[in-house]
């Protein structure tokens, strides 16, 4: 909607103050319009004409026209706002879709490039959602699913040379809750040897737009979850499609407006608001967690921490230097004493709050054994390492020092019940 070419060259917290809003179209208000409307009222019956032409994709935009809003099911004011301001904060997008759901964008994205007869590689585990789609949507639609554990680049690699009717590979890095990494770069070179080239496609929502660029590593499709760092406030559900070719750009916009999962006027409007801070609540977020992991991380009470600067493989080290700029907010560890000791770590905790999610600027602890991961069977948990001493953090954006007083408070809580087990007096962690 607005001028985007002056602006081009500006980094990324500039821009996305600058870009994708143009005050004149909203009265001249400093922040957008909320326009709330299912229809648009078009000038002449030529206009309307021209804008079913270029919306059915019959006919393409001339140089200079601007996009023609009919119906708000395929398009309206805000998502178009929300899209151009998203744009800039993701390296090397070139365009942006909005959609109800993270879910929503990711089925788009899928049902876009599959159909009945291909295949699709992904990484395991995948987000529960996702992981329901490749089983209950995809598989009983005739699409051929190929699951390869994170972290295994060699197989991965086998797996997308070797697989018959390849055109979708969806790597979610890290994962869910251990932070394994899949190599982005190594896997948009396998998939360039192809020919037809599979669409590479990352779910970008515990790392992206600030820390990890998968477009800038060679992927086609970013995929995000906005409910989580985008959204930033434990508030609205969203998510997001950015990539850089045009075709799949209007092929993932005619399915949107097929399914009708764009986001609502409301949603973008609020959405759009958050987009500046994302980076600086990432950025204090990841701090925080940093320092509370490595504290934790000494802790007799517990015997493994997952987070990605405590990683001990070389190949995962080298992966996580090369692609990441910081470790992020998540963290998971492995209490011992169990399912029991790692309740009560839950119930004696005063600030962080008990609740699945992740990415807003509270901190947030589950038991992804009894909630996030209940669905997997046990070969999945396995590799997953969930454990019934496993507990996942979302870390906020309070004092760090505060966070880290009351997770230390609530394992001197449990520190008697190890003590009586002989639990304690065990192996502690093995970085001690
Ligand atoms: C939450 C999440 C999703 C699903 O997003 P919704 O907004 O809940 O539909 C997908 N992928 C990842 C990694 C997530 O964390």
């Known amino acids: 909607m607005a001028d985007s070419k002056k602006s081009r060259n500006d980094h990324p917290s500039t821009a996305v103050l600058t870009r994708g809003f143009d005050p004149r179209l909203s009265v001249w208000s400093a922040r957008p319009a909320v326009f709330r409307t299912s229809t648009f009222v078009f000038p002449t019956p030529e206009a309307a004409e021209r804008a079913f032409d270029i919306t059915s994709g019959r006919k393409q935009l001339e140089p200079g026209e601007s996009e023609y809003l009919v119906y708000s099911r395929f398009n309206h004011p805000n998502a178009e706002i929300l899209q151009d301001q998203m744009v800039p904060l993701e390296e090397n997008a070139e365009w942006a879709l909005a959609f109800n759901s993270g879910l ?14 291909d295949s699709i590689v992904y990484t395991m585990p995948l987000y529960g959602g996702t992981m329901g789609m490749m089983h209950n949507l995809l598989e009983p639609y005739g699409i051929h699913t190929v699951a390869v554990p994170a972290g295994h680049s060699a197989e991965l690699d086998d797996a997308i040379r070797t697989t018959p009717m390849l055109r979708a590979v969806l790597l979610e890095t890290p994962a869910n809750p251990t932070m394994v990494m899949a190599d982005i770069k190594r896997a948009a070179l396998v998939c360039a040897e192809l020919d037809p080239k599979p ?14 660029h998968p477009l ?88 493994k921490v997952y987070y990605p600067t405590l990683f001990d493989d070389p190949e995962q080290i080298r992966i996580r230097l090369s692609q990441c700029d910081y470790p992020g907010a998540m963290f998971a560890m492995d209490l011992k004493g169990g399912k029991a000791a790692a309740f009560d770590f839950l119930r004696n905790l005063h600030l962080a709050k008990n609740a699945v999610s992740l990415g807003g600027m509270e901190t947030l602890v ?12 046990p070969e999945e948990m396995k590799l997953a390492c969930i454990t019934d001493g496993l507990v996942r953090v979302s870390v906020g954006i309070e004092d760090w020092r505060d966070l880290l007083r009351d997770f230390e408070q609530s394992l001197d809580a449990i520190r008697p019940m190890l003590e009586e087990t002989g639990e304690l007096t065990g192996k502690t962690s093995s970085r001690l």
């Open 199 to 212: 669409v590479l496609m990352v779910d970008n929502t515990f790392l992206g737009p600030v820390f990890q």
């Open 366 to 377: 589950c038991h992804p054994k009894t909630t996030t991961h209940s669905a997997s069977g």
């Open 216 to 303: 800038s590593q060679g992927a086609d499709i970013v995929l995000y979850s906005a409910t989580k760092y985008l959204g930033g406030f434990s508030d609205l559900l969203a998510g997001m499609i950015l990539g850089r070719d045009p075709d799949l750009r209007n092929q993932m916009f005619g399915k949107r407006g097929m399914f009708g999962n764009i986001l609502q006027p409301d949603e973008c409007w609020i959405l759009d608001g958050r987009l500046p801070t994302v980076s600086l609540r990432m950025n204090r977020q990841s701090k925080n967690a940093q320092r509370i992991a490595e504290s934790l991380v000494r802790r007799p009470e517990v015997r």
């Open 104 to 117: 929503a964008a990711i089925m788009t994205a899928l049902l876009t490039v599959l159909k009945p007869g």
